[in-house]
């Protein structure tokens, strides 16, 4: 072995790990994305969001704020679906290493 | 105290979009890891059955028009059939790859609904336009659970049909009820001075 000549399994590798950080990646990006959006999408349209015109608001203008709900739906993604699917992702990695 | 229609739709929206990156990440992570956990499965199932619930409520109380009642219930049935099957399907009862075309039927059947409910043109207001679009969004996306039926390997298919339902998030987040599209509001949607 020598800078030239490595040992086959480490080349092999290389794709499933890429492939496996790709996927964590998108797992742990698709929340925070969402999030963002809803608060670029706040800033764009101020109106929808009661908080910034509270005169003469009722009860479901408060509960229901469109760009807070897409907010909130990011949110809830990554607290509480993404983290075990990263776990998953991984033990799958780690799995597939060991077999 | 009854909320507005427009306040149901973007509640709608939301959980709408939280069921695309449900179908997203599933697509992105494949079946086998995602459904290691059982919660996990029966995501996809539960939340078109809790849709189907509330779509029977809102049913109940769309009894101002008879065609909306009907669109409701009929959006309320195919959900809940869908989810009832797709329950059936992670559960191990139902094995067949074949079952998703219920999924299909449930798309296709709620697409013609919006599209047959809506009596006015695509620029009448711009919920008129809305129904237009999510009508034929869900009539075209019935190809994606057709796919996933006859050529269950490709995952064009499970990222098509995550696609399309955040898609109809976008579009019922847009939801006013009385808006105009494009600039255009029909003195008849309540427009005129």
């Known amino acids: ?99 | 105290m009854l909320p507005k229609a427009e306040i149901a739709h973007w509640l709608f929206a939301a959980g709408f979009l939280f069921f695309g990156l449900v179908l997203l990440a599933e697509a992105v992570v494949g079946t086998e890891v995602f459904r290691r956990r059982a919660w996990r499965a029966c995501l996809w199932p539960g939340l078109a059955l809790l849709a189907g619930a509330w779509l029977w409520v809102i049913a109940i109380f769309s009894t101002f028009s008879t065609l909306h009642l009907l669109a409701h219930s009929v959006w309320a049935q195919a959900a809940t059939a869908a989810g009832g099957v797709q329950l059936a399907v992670v559960r191990g009862r139902l094995t067949s790859q074949y079952w998703s075309l219920v999924t299909a039927a449930a798309l296709l059947v709620s697409g013609a609904s919006f599209l047959v409910h809506e009596q006015n043109g695509w620029l009448f207001a711009r919920s008129a336009f809305l129904h237009h679009l999510i009508g034929w969004t869900l009539v075209v996306a019935a190809i994606f659970p057709v796919g996933a039926a006859l050529r269950p390997r490709r995952a064009v298919w499970a990222y098509g049909l995550a696609a399309t339902w955040v898609a109809i998030a976008v579009m019922l987040f847009s939801d006013r009820d009385i808006a105009p599209i494009f600039g255009h509001l029909s003195d008849l949607a309540g427009g005129g001075p």
């Open chain 1, 1 to 99: 072995m020598n800078e030239l000549v490595t040992p086959r399994a480490q080349p092999a590798d290389e794709p499933r790990v890429a492939r496996k950080g790709l996927r964590v990646l998108a797992i742990e990006g698709i929340g925070p994305l969402t999030v963002l959006g809803g608060i670029v999408w706040a800033i764009a349209q101020p109106y929808r969001v009661t908080f910034f015109y509270p005169d003469g608001k009722a009860f479901w203008d408060w509960a229901v704020q469109p760009p807070l709900l897409a907010v909130l739906v990011g949110l809830l993604f990554s607290l509480v679906v993404a983290p075990g699917l990263v776990d998953d992702i991984e033990r799958e990695h780690g799995d597939a290493a060991e077999g």
